[in-house]
């Protein structure tokens, strides 16, 4: 049963910009420390971006900072993915997942410390 629904993903030209967002049930987003991942093909998924619980606190990947912004509203059960400047290497599918176990300020990195993922959404960046 899908817990996470991300949308926002579609093909776009080198240099634009989309949102992704990810949606989940309050049980799941009012405990959860949030995450984007992507899988390009024939590479491991890796992560893109954390929040933690408060909102106050994020991670970025190198290859990603300063493009890709983070944020969540609590008042929508909703995480966001901004992405600027979108360059042919972030082709991939986008994944948001939820850790539920971490403690208030836990920005999480670790794809193992998730414990509910969505079914990704496609994004494509032609050059």
């Known amino acids: 049963q899908v817990q996470l629904r991300e949308s926002g993903g579609g093909l776009v030209q080198a240099g634009a910009s989309l949102r992704l967002s990810c949606a989940a049930p309050?049980?799941?987003?009012?405990?959860?420390?949030m995450g984007w991942f992507r899988q390009a093909p024939g590479k491991e998924r890796e992560i893109v971006a954390a929040i933690d619980r408060s909102g106050g606190n994020t991670y970025y990947a190198d290859s990603v900072k300063f493009r890709f912004t983070i944020s969540r509203s609590n008042a929508e059960n909703t995480v966001y993915l901004q992405m600027n400047s979108l360059e042919s290497e972030d082709t991939a599918v986008y994944y948001c997942?939820?850790?539920?176990?971490?403690?208030?300020?836990?920005?999480?990195?670790?794809?193992?410390?998730?414990?509910?993922w969505g079914q990704g959404t496609q994004v494509t960046v032609s050059s």
């Open positions: 997942a939820a850790d539920v176990n971490a403690i208030y300020y836990t920005v999480q990195t670790a794809a193992n410390k998730y414990d509910y």
């Open positions: 309050g049980r799941i987003f009012n405990r959860g420390a």
